[in-house]
């Protein structure tokens, strides 16, 4: 008995390993072209970034608190707008009115 599940088991890793090397599909051998153009563009699209001061480079302890402070106002007034409009929805105030129609004809 032990043979007969052995023999399988060994049939099925042999036929896994063919039908394996067959979807494997190799890289080309050769090396891809560059064109000369994209390249160009390329270095001409990263030039302003190697000009450039980068974003997280304060002048000062006073610059970065500024920019946190207006930040944080920003995110508030933000917030604050979307729960005013969520307050004041009045498709959600006509459903509440409809609502309390229908309860009350019950």
């Known amino acids: 008995m032990a043979r007969r599940g052995s023999t399988l088991l060994v049939a099925l890793a042999l036929g896994c ?8 599909v190799s890289a080309p051998s050769t090396a891809p072209q560059v064109d000369a153009r994209v390249l160009g563009a390329t270095f001409a699209g990263l030039v302003p970034l190697a000009v450039e001061q980068p974003a997280n480079a304060y002048d000062s302890v006073v610059a970065m608190l500024q920019s946190w402070l207006v930040g ?4 508030v007034l933000i917030y604050g707008a979307a729960f005013v409009a969520a307050l004041a929805n009045p498709l959600t105030k ?5 609502k309390a129609e229908v309860d009350s004809m019950k």
């Open 17 to 24: 390993t063919l039908f394996a090397s067959r979807a494997f």
């Open 94 to 98: 006509r459903r509440m009115e409809v």
């Open 72 to 75: 944080g106002i920003s995110l």
